[in-house]
Nanobody
């Protein structure tokens, strides 16, 4: 089992910034990827970005130039700048082994971001 604890959500104004933190603990083994996903009201959960334990980053186009993902061992960070109303969502942290075969898929409890105009 892998436990994920997220923090950093909140209510912000357009153009402001937030920093998310996701701390993983438990049965963590090397060869893994941590990622951020988000789910807006009434919509499906979508990929935001990810980073492997070797530092390889994959970031969705909508976040490029505004979002930065980083990682320090088993803690992952998401710096979000210039937030827009379209970024309003519940943000989830995810941990998976690599290669991923559908097993050992762990999720955090989610942290809410609301961007007010």
């Amino acid at each position: 089992q892998v436990q994920l604890v997220e923090s950093g959500g909140g209510l912000v104004q357009v153009g402001e910034s937030l920093r998310f933190i996701c701390a993983a603990s438990g049965n963590i083994f090397s060869g893994n990827v941590m990622g951020w996903y988000r789910q807006a009201p009434g919509k499906e959960r979508t990929f935001v970005g990810s980073i492997t334990d070797t530092g390889a980053i994959n970031l969705r186009d909508s976040g490029k130039g505004r979002f930065t993902i980083s990682r320090d061992r088993d803690t992952m960070y998401l710096q979000m700048n210039n937030l827009q109303p379209g970024d309003t969502a519940l943000y989830y942290c995810n941990w998976r082994p690599l290669p991923f075969n559908g097993e050992h898929d762990y999720w955090g409890q989610g942290t809410q971001v609301t961007v007010s105009s």
